[in-house]
């Protein structure tokens, strides 16, 4: 298994452009979630989903959408790039249980939006 | 609004000491906690994780609490090694936003030769 991948790791945007990070599982998850991580604030959830077809905000959801067609894909697209989201993005995913099963994480996206 | 804090933001200990580390919630009700390791440049790793019914977790040299009542969870890491530099994180589930973990800032661990 791979595990949860990311694409891709370092990224450069400039203000208002768009773009979409990309996160697959291959462990037949149905959970799946984004964070951003910024310095001395620990991970922030953006937003999850528990299954194909459902997707909910986390606490960090503005400026971001999410979409989840199929239970491996869960991408995260930035529709007008700010500085504000640069930023450190993790995908992670857990079995159907979460409050019984641990989450798995990706290796991160770096983005830098100029 | 849970609320999760880890104090000391940073520790250094020499090789061979016993490491405790520290994870604060103001909300006790809570579905579960999660403690993770993140080396630099990396992503998470899963290292424990104790339901809300259960006191503690054990794994090798790892040894996490959980005193919902106080609010608190311990991470203890015997007899520590170069190896186990590395940021701490933990994370809470609470009971009103099932699906949604809240992070504490992390408490960032050198272990020196």
């Known amino acids: 298994n791979a595990g949860v991948t990311q694409t891709p790791k370092f990224q450069v945007l400039k203000t208002g452009q768009s773009m979409t990070l990309q996160c697959a599982q291959d462990m037949n998850h149905e959970y799946m979630s984004w964070y951003r991580q910024d310095p001395g604030m620990g991970l922030r959830l953006i937003h999850y989903?528990?299954?194909?077809?459902?997707?909910d905000q986390g606490e960090v959801p503005n400026g971001y959408n999410v979409s989840r067609s199929t239970t491996e894909d869960f991408p995260l697209r930035l529709l007008s790039a700010a500085p504000s989201q640069t930023s450190v993005y993790f995908c992670a995913s857990s079995k159907g249980q979460v409050i019984r099963e641990t989450q798995y994480f990706g290796p991160g996206t770096r983005l830098l939006v100029l | 609004k849970q609320e999760v804090t880890q104090i000391p933001a940073a520790l250094s200990v020499p090789e061979g000491e016993n490491l405790v580390l520290n994870c604060s919630f103001t909300d006790s009700a809570i579905y579960n906690l999660q403690w993770f390791r993140q080396d630099p440049g990396k992503g998470l790793t899963s290292l424990l994780l104790?339901?809300?019914?259960?006191r503690e977790q054990t794994s090798g040299r790892l040894n996490a609490s959980l005193d919902k009542s106080s609010g608190r969870s311990t991470l203890y890491i015997a007899a520590s090694q170069p190896g186990d530099s590395a940021t701490y994180l933990c994370?809470?589930?609470?009971?009103?936003?099932?699906?949604?973990?809240?992070f504490g800032a992390g408490t960032q661990v050198v272990v020196t030769p």
């Open positions: 989903s528990v299954g194909a077809g459902i997707t």
């Open positions: 104790i339901q809300s019914s259960q």
């Open positions: 994370a809470v589930m609470t009971t009103d936003s099932w699906g949604k973990f809240q």
